[in-house]
């Protein structure tokens, strides 16, 4: 689509105990067009309980510096047969039955869910799956189990109505119904505390105010689902130098209501946070003036 028919969301949010690797990001419009667990222009960032940010695994000194000659020399070895074991292995794994023209190989665990996810099947148990096995992915989730995540970035939509939405499990269409499968985490309820440090609609412009910048919701009951319905009105900003910023301001009303787990659900009761907006057919102008 050309840019001037999309519209660019711009959103900072913290989830303070939901983990990044639990929370994924979908947008859908009514034009029927799906993003589904976008990836990109978005950064996560995992948190510890106390809200700060999880440090990256320190990087060991390298023993060819440090070591002795023999244990470098057997370090050099098992490194070489490692390599060699690496290149016999077979290069096109197995996608357990969920194998499309589009994906034959699943050589990592999370190629297996991306496969189970476009055939629209509930990625159950992760146990008798080698790639899974392999790389731990059941110790993953439960180290990550009480962390937070930081969302931001940017998502572009068509300039239609639409939602997107942050909530736990991998999306998938389901006889073209959008669910979430929620049992590979094995939790009985999923913490949506959040707080919106940002959400603009296109280019920000002076004195400009975000409605939902700053707000927190505490999630006391657990497993709660936050509807934001927002309505996005264009507004055409001119300067006193004569440039012109095409941009929108929003208002907003929210919805909450407690939801019932049961393993894969969908969009009208799934735990998250969910913003549905719609574009008026009103523009505002706001033209700068000196006083």
């Not at 991306?114 to 993953?140: H, L, M, S, T």
Request: with cysteine.
């Amino acid at each position: 689509l050309a840019l001037h028919f999309l519209l660019r969301i711009n959103l900072d949010v913290t989830f303070h105990r939901l983990a990044c690797a639990y929370l994924s990001i979908d947008a859908m419009d009514i034009s029927g067009e799906h993003q589904l667990d976008v990836d990109h222009d978005i950064v996560k960032l995992r948190l510890s309980k106390e809200g700060k940010p999880v440090a990256e695994p320190e990087k060991h000194a390298d023993l060819g510096e440090h070591g002795d000659k023999s244990e470098q020399k057997f370090l050099k070895a098992v490194t070489k047969e490692k390599e060699k074991e690496e290149e016999e292995e077979v290069k096109c794994k197995s996608c357990y039955g969920a194998e499309t023209e589009q994906l034959k190989c699943c050589n990592t665990c999370e190629d297996v869910r991306e496969a189970y996810r476009r055939k629209g099947w509930a990625f159950v148990n992760p146990d008798g799956i080698e790639q899974c096995e392999k790389e731990g992915w059941n110790d993953k989730m439960k180290a990550q189990k009480d962390e937070g995540c930081r969302v931001s970035g940017h998502l572009q939509v068509a300039k239609v109505a639409g939602n997107f939405h942050f909530a736990p499990g991998k999306s998938f269409q389901q006889s073209h119904v959008h669910v979430h499968d929620l049992q590979p985490f094995g939790l009985s309820s999923f913490n949506i505390s959040h707080t919106f440090h940002r959400l603009s609609f296109g280019t920000e412009y002076p004195g400009i105010k975000n409605p939902l910048d700053g707000r927190k919701e505490s999630d006391n009951a657990g497993s709660m689902m936050y509807q934001y319905f927002v309505k996005v009105v264009p507004t055409v900003y001119k300067k006193l130098s004569g440039s012109v910023i095409r941009t929108n301001q929003y208002s907003v009303t929210k919805h909450e209501k407690g939801i019932k787990l049961m393993g894969a659900l969908g969009e009208q009761g799934l735990p998250g946070v969910f913003v549905l907006y719609d574009l008026s057919p009103m523009m505002v102008q706001i033209t700068e003036t000196r006083k």
